[in-house]
């Protein structure tokens, strides 16, 4: 079995950022090395904690429809639990109160969540950077003013998600959106980027 590592950059915990007391406080819950917010909850356990919420509420629904939840959740049980909560929804309304393949399909369409988990305002954040800016580097002063959001909101809830997922790059110049982020917002990747 492996050491603990960072999702992102893929750098080993050291010893002391496997004291979550103390590297908490010193660092912020961010990786040592590339500063993104280290995630606390797996797909797996992600799929237990929904497994059991969908226990509580007296919800059918099967295992393959909770993995793309967890799948879908960014690593957030708030997040994981409030798409349970539309799907169910869905499920009332559209459905016999199961929470089957299709009409998850359907809630998470609703909710404009993709695949990878992106929202819309991910997906705007990006395209933002795309082609507002030609890929970047941006600064965040720029993005935020561009976008009317908040720095912190910026910071510390849209960013770190697309840094792990490899769809957004910090330079000391700003923010840059990858090949990766390109290829999935289906634009044409620019061969002058390096």
Not at 53 to 80: C, F, M, Y
Request: proline share 6%; hydrophobic share 35%; with cysteine.
């Amino acid at each position: 079995m492996g050491r603990s590592h960072c999702d992102s950059c893929k750098e080993e915990l050291t010893w002391k950022d496997l004291f979550p007391v103390l590297s908490y406080i010193k660092l912020g819950g961010k990786c040592r090395n590339c500063k993104v917010k280290l995630s606390f909850y797996y797909p797996d356990e992600l799929s237990d904690i929904l497994t059991q919420a969908a226990k509580i509420l007296n919800l059918p629904v099967d295992q393959e429809e909770i993995i793309q939840l967890a799948n879908r959740s960014r690593g957030t049980p708030r997040i994981a639990l409030r798409l349970l909560k539309r799907a169910r929804d869905v499920a009332q309304v559209h459905g016999q109160g199961k929470i089957t393949k299709a009409l998850l399909d359907q809630a998470l369409d609703l909710l404009e969540v993709d695949p990878l988990g992106l929202d819309d305002s991910d997906r705007k954040f990006l395209l933002t950077i795309i082609d507002k800016f030609k890929g970047g580097p941006v600064g965040i002063e720029t993005l935020a003013a561009t976008l009317s959001d908040d720095i912190g909101t910026i910071e510390d809830v849209t960013e770190p998600y697309l840094m792990q997922i490899g769809f957004l790059k910090r330079s000391p110049r700003g923010r840059i959106a990858t090949e990766a982020a390109y290829k999935h917002l289906k634009r044409p990747y620019p061969s002058n980027i390096p």
